[in-house]
């Protein structure tokens, strides 16, 4: 695609699991690990798509159908990176629903469970079963996929919020108890992504991805939306040994949405021919009240 970035090999004899593999964010990620030379094990419930998607990409590539609630399921497919591949170097933590919706008071129950278990759960058995191979190894990168609705309010759902603010405050702490093991944990935080997800929000359906593309430009903070391989360039940098004294960080790729939300008004075209402002609405260059 245009104005990617060419592949450099940075993640050469690498293993990587990546939950929610199948499509979206994760898909997008699978494929730029691939491109740069890490064998990638595609963690998903969608077998189609994941089976399809290990086809394509061949031999470096192996498709585990995954529930990430379960922790047989998480432990297994850990499991099957170490017997197919030889290691674990990179958990990218992703799978994610959107889950319960609605006002606080109308919550159900089951739906809070399920996108807890989906999205908090399926992050912690995540690190917990690549820190049982990482810390004998003596090295390895743990990701997670968070959101801004963990820094910011109004912008998902409530249990969606909670539980992606869940995954930066463990991520923190995972982080400081496996740096001495040589592992590092670390956080994304994808903007509004054309995806499946985010086309069953804002377009026709899931399937609608130039539908989500079209909503998205709308509310675009640069020059297009946000696609799931410009998060996966961040996760690759996280991942490769660029990034050997980064721990513990939350890295967003969301086109400043969540650190430069709004517009600058003090570059807007009313103040850009005008000089400093002093006390008392006084300009740079304007006499003092004792000059007056």
Do not use: W
Not at 221 to 240: E, H, I, K, W
Not at 268 to 275: F, V
């Amino acid at each position: 695609m245009s104005g990617e970035a060419a592949p450099t090999g940075r993640l050469a004899d690498k293993v990587a699991v990546v939950t929610g593999g199948a499509s979206g964010i994760g898909a997008g990620t699978v494929r730029a690990f691939h491109a740069e030379g890490a064998c990638v094990v595609i963690a998903d419930l969608q077998a189609e798509a994941g089976a399809a998607l290990a086809a394509e990409l061949g031999e470096r590539a192996l498709f585990r159908r995954t529930d990430v609630t379960d922790e047989g399921s998480v432990s297994d497919v850990v499991d099957a990176a170490v017997a197919h591949f030889g290691r674990l170097d990179v958990m990218f933590n992703n799978a994610g629903i959107i889950g319960a919706v609605g006002p606080i008071d109308r919550t159900r129950t089951e739906d809070a469970d399920l996108t807890i278990a989906v999205n908090l759960r399926g992050v912690l058995l995540g690190m917990k079963h690549a820190a049982r191979v990482m810390k004998p190894q003596g090295s390895g990168v743990i990701i997670s996929t968070s959101s801004p609705a963990a820094v910011m309010g109004g912008v998902g759902a409530h249990v969606y919020s909670a539980v992606k603010a869940g995954i930066i405050g463990l991520s923190h702490s995972v982080a400081a108890e496996l740096r001495p093991f040589g592992i590092r944990a670390n956080v994304v935080i994808p903007g509004a992504v054309v995806t499946q997800m985010t086309a069953d929000l804002v377009a026709g359906g899931a399937d609608d991805l130039a539908g989500a593309e079209a909503a998205l430009d709308r509310s675009r903070y640069m020059s297009r939306p946000l696609r799931p391989s410009d998060v996966a360039a961040g996760v690759v940098y996280l991942a490769s040994d660029d990034a050997a004294f980064v721990t513990g960080v939350v890295l967003p790729v969301d086109a400043g949405m969540t650190g430069a939300g709004g517009p600058s008004s003090m570059a807007a075209a009313t103040y850009a021919d005008q000089a400093g402002r002093r006390e008392g609405g006084r300009r740079v260059g304007d006499p003092g009240p004792e000059e007056a």
